[in-house]
């Protein structure tokens, strides 16, 4: 199987960040930007760095952008490259489309030009900083989508030297636990069994639904 490849659109620093991360996991990446100083910045991390404009369809097209599985538009503020942008894309027929957009206006028009995915990375992130403060023991915190997040989480107080089936959570609190691992740079452990028995300072990756994340007894 082919590894999964993306194009990134705009290389500030979000484009950059998301291009220079996906290349790092050993995904292909065409990373793109009219700035020769943006598109030299990640030149030696990404597959192929190009100066290119990203609302010529025809420049998308010669650099191979119709070819990729997904396309990030990370333009963000300048709303007419974004749309441009995006109609491009869907007339490359590029399978998966994800734009940044400002606000919440951007965020409708830029879902209504073909946008598959628009997030707001100040808002998410405030979200997400928000709830790592008023729950200590949040590593770390994604939301999947509207209905659901991956979270990494100190095993509480509560859990510990309990077995996960003693604990039942995902009855209880319909969470899954996906993997434990010892420390903060200990490998993952996938797929825990029933009878683990959770410890002082495992640190737990488990999904959970949004509308159960009060109940999860992590506060």
Avoid at 78 to 89: G, K, P, Y
Avoid at 157 to 180: D, E, H, M, S
Avoid at 181 to 186: I, L, Q
């Amino acid at each position: 199987m082919s590894r999964k490849s993306y194009a990134v659109l705009g290389l500030g620093v979000f484009g950059s960040t998301i291009a220079t991360t996906l290349a790092s996991f050993d995904y292909d990446v065409i990373a793109v930007d009219l700035d020769n100083s943006c598109v030299e910045r990640v030149l030696d991390d990404v597959t192929s760095a190009v100066v290119a404009d990203i609302t010529d369809i025809d420049q998308l097209k010669a650099i191979g952008i119709g070819d990729v599985d997904c396309a990030i538009v990370a333009t963000g503020t300048h709303l007419e490259d974004s749309i441009m942008a995006i109609m491009n894309l869907k007339e490359l027929n590029v399978p998966y489309i994800v734009a940044k957009a400002k606000n919440k206006k951007y965020m409708q028009i830029l879902e209504r030009v073909g946008a598959d995915r628009v997030i707001r990375p100040e808002k998410e992130m405030g979200v997400r900083v928000a709830k790592q403060l008023v729950s200590p023991n949040i590593v770390d915190l994604i939301d999947i989508d509207n209905k659901y997040s991956v979270i990494e989480i100190l095993a509480p107080n509560n859990w510990v030297n309990n077995t996960l089936a003693k604990l039942n959570l995902r009855n209880r609190f319909g969470v899954n636990v996906l993997g434990v691992r010892k420390s903060a740079t200990a490998p993952l452990s996938i797929s825990p069994s029933a009878d683990y028995l959770i410890e002082a300072d495992d640190r737990l990756l488990v999904i959970a639904s949004k509308e159960k994340f009060d109940t999860l007894g992590i506060n």
